[in-house]
């Protein structure tokens, strides 16, 4: 099934609350603090402060949104997270990447994050797409939100219960912005990852 976004929001709640929030029926804008982020690099930074928006969802589902993104330093980030604890958790982002370029960018952590750089995108604007079966994860995006691209797909030990929802990082500096709209959730899970139908 799915849900209007006024009933959607009021099922959410806040781990880290940004600097600011704006919220309508139909859209909600993220300003996160600066230097947040949520990684766990191999001997390196670990962080557990981005802003994450979320709900709790059980058994199988698909969550999508679509994200416009205002992206000011490096590593900025506007996101969809599934979570299960500061150890255990994934995210599919549009992030300003080292190169100053925007691109789809994928995060899994198991103890440690394991991050990768998928498609270069022309704006910080996608439909973003998690889904869970069973314990498989897969993640999508769409520029259109009817075609969709494959971007990853793993296997964890999940909880049958997991932390849901979007998140904003701005790990250098403040002014990053968020604007999240047309999300939804279903309980059914996407068919087949690798077609993302």
Not at 55 to 81: H, P
Not at 172 to 196: H, L, T, W, Y
């Amino acid at each position: 099934m799915t849900h209007s976004q006024q009933a959607l929001f009021e099922r959410f709640e806040w781990y880290n609350p940004p600097k600011r929030v704006e919220q309508t029926s139909d859209q909600l804008l993220i300003e996160p603090q600066g230097e947040t982020d949520c990684i766990r690099s191999f001997e390196s930074t670990i962080a557990d402060s981005a802003s994450f928006y979320f709900t709790r969802l059980s058994g199988d589902f698909t969550f999508q949104a679509k994200l416009d993104c205002q992206l000011v330093g490096l590593f900025d980030a506007g996101a969809l997270m599934v979570r299960e604890s500061a150890e255990c958790w994934a995210k599919i982002c549009i992030e300003k990447c080292a190169d100053g370029g925007i691109s789809i960018v994928s995060v899994v952590t198991d103890g440690w994050s394991d991050d990768t750089n998928n498609e270069v995108l022309q704006s910080p604007e996608a439909y973003l797409r998690i889904t869970r079966k069973g314990n498989m994860i897969g993640l999508h995006y769409s520029l259109d939100g009817k075609q969709w691209r494959f971007v990853r797909k793993f296997g964890l030990p999940w909880s049958p219960q997991l932390q849901v929802g979007v998140a904003a990082q701005a790990p250098r500096q403040a002014g990053c912005k968020v604007s999240v709209e047309q999300m939804s959730i279903s309980n059914q899970p996407v068919a087949d990852f690798r077609n993302g139908e």
